[in-house]
Protein backbone atom coordinates (compact mmCIF):
# COMPACT_ATOMS: atom_id res chain seq x y z
CA UNK A 1 0.00 0.00 0.00
CA UNK A 2 0.92 3.55 0.31
CA UNK A 3 0.02 6.28 3.31
CA UNK A 4 -2.63 8.20 2.78
CA UNK A 5 -3.76 11.15 4.61
CA UNK A 6 -7.49 13.34 5.30
CA UNK A 7 -7.63 17.46 5.31
CA UNK A 8 -10.09 19.70 5.65
CA UNK A 9 -10.96 20.20 2.12
CA UNK A 10 -12.09 23.75 3.18
CA UNK A 11 -9.19 25.11 4.26
CA UNK A 12 -6.96 26.35 1.38
CA UNK A 13 -3.79 26.88 3.89
CA UNK A 14 -3.81 23.26 4.94
CA UNK A 15 -4.68 21.61 1.78
CA UNK A 16 -1.30 22.96 0.26
CA UNK A 17 0.80 21.75 3.24
CA UNK A 18 -0.38 18.53 3.08
CA UNK A 19 -0.09 18.86 -0.95
CA UNK A 20 3.52 19.88 -0.19
CA UNK A 21 4.09 16.97 2.00
CA UNK A 22 2.73 14.61 -0.67
CA UNK A 23 4.84 15.80 -3.35
CA UNK A 24 8.16 15.57 -0.87
CA UNK A 25 7.63 12.51 -0.63
CA UNK A 26 7.11 11.27 -4.05
CA UNK A 27 10.20 13.55 -5.12
CA UNK A 28 12.08 11.42 -2.01
CA UNK A 29 10.90 8.39 -3.59
CA UNK A 30 8.66 7.47 -1.13
CA UNK A 31 5.67 6.47 -3.57
CA UNK A 32 2.25 8.16 -4.14
CA UNK A 33 0.27 9.79 -1.56
CA UNK A 34 -3.54 9.46 -1.24
CA UNK A 35 -5.02 13.08 -0.20
CA UNK A 36 -8.45 12.56 1.31
CA UNK A 37 -9.97 16.33 1.04
CA UNK A 38 -13.33 16.05 3.12
CA UNK A 39 -15.31 18.91 1.61
CA UNK A 40 -19.09 19.60 1.35
CA UNK A 41 -21.04 20.78 -1.42
CA UNK A 42 -23.22 23.46 0.24
CA UNK A 43 -25.28 24.27 -3.35
CA UNK A 44 -27.64 21.44 -5.01
CA UNK A 45 -26.60 18.62 -7.51
CA UNK A 46 -28.66 20.09 -9.93
CA UNK A 47 -31.44 22.94 -10.81
CA UNK A 48 -33.64 19.89 -9.91
CA UNK A 49 -32.60 18.82 -6.85
CA UNK A 50 -33.59 19.90 -3.41
CA UNK A 51 -31.28 19.85 -0.73
CA UNK A 52 -34.17 21.07 2.19
CA UNK A 53 -35.34 17.25 1.35
CA UNK A 54 -32.25 15.57 2.63
CA UNK A 55 -30.51 18.50 5.09
CA UNK A 56 -31.53 19.83 8.02
CA UNK A 57 -31.10 23.99 8.28
CA UNK A 58 -28.28 23.44 10.70
CA UNK A 59 -25.69 21.18 9.09
CA UNK A 60 -26.00 23.79 5.88
CA UNK A 61 -25.19 26.46 8.47
CA UNK A 62 -22.93 24.70 9.95
CA UNK A 63 -20.74 23.91 6.61
CA UNK A 64 -21.50 27.62 4.91
CA UNK A 65 -19.28 28.77 8.26
CA UNK A 66 -16.60 26.83 7.12
CA UNK A 67 -16.69 28.37 3.58
CA UNK A 68 -13.31 28.39 2.01
CA UNK A 69 -13.14 31.61 0.01
CA UNK A 70 -14.43 33.08 3.66
CA UNK A 71 -11.98 31.60 5.81
CA UNK A 72 -9.21 32.39 3.03
CA UNK A 73 -10.06 35.92 3.14
CA UNK A 74 -10.07 35.81 7.04
CA UNK A 75 -7.18 34.63 7.26
CA UNK A 76 -5.28 36.86 4.66
CA UNK A 77 -6.68 39.86 6.29
CA UNK A 78 -5.59 38.96 9.74
CA UNK A 79 -2.24 38.37 8.78
CA UNK A 80 -2.07 41.67 7.14
CA UNK A 81 -1.47 40.09 3.79
CA UNK A 82 -4.52 41.73 2.18
CA UNK A 83 -6.71 44.72 2.64
CA UNK A 84 -9.99 45.89 1.29
CA UNK A 85 -8.50 47.45 -2.06
CA UNK A 86 -6.72 43.57 -2.45
CA UNK A 87 -10.11 42.11 -2.61
CA UNK A 88 -12.35 44.78 -4.58
CA UNK A 89 -9.67 44.39 -7.24
CA UNK A 90 -9.53 40.63 -6.76
CA UNK A 91 -13.31 41.01 -7.28
CA UNK A 92 -13.67 43.31 -10.68
CA UNK A 93 -10.90 40.56 -11.86
CA UNK A 94 -12.63 38.19 -11.83
CA UNK A 95 -15.91 39.32 -12.74
CA UNK A 96 -14.01 40.83 -16.04
CA UNK A 97 -12.72 36.71 -16.10
CA UNK A 98 -16.03 35.94 -16.08
CA UNK A 99 -17.66 37.96 -18.69
CA UNK A 100 -14.90 36.94 -21.04
CA UNK A 101 -15.10 33.35 -20.85
CA UNK A 102 -19.17 33.84 -21.06
CA UNK A 103 -18.43 36.20 -24.47
CA UNK A 104 -16.08 33.08 -25.59
CA UNK A 105 -17.93 30.42 -24.99
CA UNK A 106 -21.06 32.31 -26.42
CA UNK A 107 -18.81 32.80 -29.63
CA UNK A 108 -17.70 29.39 -30.22
CA UNK A 109 -19.53 27.89 -33.29
CA UNK A 110 -21.82 24.98 -32.40
CA UNK A 111 -19.82 21.92 -32.95
CA UNK A 112 -21.45 18.88 -35.44
CA UNK A 113 -22.61 16.62 -32.72
CA UNK A 114 -21.33 13.35 -35.03
CA UNK A 115 -18.05 14.40 -34.01
CA UNK A 116 -18.85 12.99 -30.36
CA UNK A 117 -18.90 9.49 -31.93
CA UNK A 118 -15.57 9.71 -34.05
CA UNK A 119 -12.43 8.38 -31.78
CA UNK A 120 -14.51 6.77 -29.16
CA UNK A 121 -12.30 3.96 -29.28
CA UNK A 122 -9.12 3.52 -30.80
CA UNK A 123 -10.63 0.54 -33.26
CA UNK A 124 -13.96 1.22 -34.49
CA UNK A 125 -16.30 -0.35 -32.79
CA UNK A 126 -19.72 -1.78 -34.56
CA UNK A 127 -21.91 -0.13 -31.79
CA UNK A 128 -20.60 3.46 -31.73
CA UNK A 129 -21.76 3.11 -35.41
CA UNK A 130 -25.10 1.67 -34.73
CA UNK A 131 -25.86 4.66 -32.14
CA UNK A 132 -24.61 6.96 -34.58
CA UNK A 133 -27.33 5.75 -37.34
CA UNK A 134 -30.15 5.71 -34.23
CA UNK A 135 -28.96 9.16 -33.54
CA UNK A 136 -28.76 10.45 -37.83
CA UNK A 137 -32.77 8.64 -38.13
CA UNK A 138 -33.75 10.63 -34.32
CA UNK A 139 -32.25 14.13 -36.10
CA UNK A 140 -33.77 13.55 -39.65
CA UNK A 141 -37.19 13.29 -37.69
CA UNK A 142 -36.89 17.27 -36.40
CA UNK A 143 -35.51 17.97 -39.56
CA UNK A 144 -39.13 16.94 -41.39
CA UNK A 145 -41.10 19.27 -39.06
CA UNK A 146 -41.87 22.75 -40.37
CA UNK A 147 -43.02 25.69 -38.38
CA UNK A 148 -47.16 25.37 -39.01
CA UNK A 149 -46.34 21.82 -37.86
CA UNK A 150 -44.24 21.24 -35.06
CA UNK A 151 -44.92 17.67 -34.37
CA UNK A 152 -42.31 15.09 -35.27
CA UNK A 153 -42.56 13.66 -38.24
CA UNK A 154 -44.44 10.70 -38.81
CA UNK A 155 -46.93 11.63 -35.75
CA UNK A 156 -50.70 11.64 -36.59
CA UNK A 157 -53.24 13.64 -35.03
CA UNK A 158 -53.34 13.47 -31.09
CA UNK A 159 -50.76 10.32 -31.55
CA UNK A 160 -47.62 13.20 -30.41
CA UNK A 161 -49.30 14.27 -27.38
Known amino acids: GFPGIRVDGNDVIAVHAVTEWALEQAREGNGPVLIEAFTYRVGAHTTADDPTKYRESAEEALWRAKDPLD ?91
Open 71 to 161: RLEKYLRAQGFADDAFFEQVKADGDDLATYVRKTIHDFETPDIRTAFANTYVEAHPLVAEELAWFEAYSAGFAETTESDTRPAGAEDGAAN
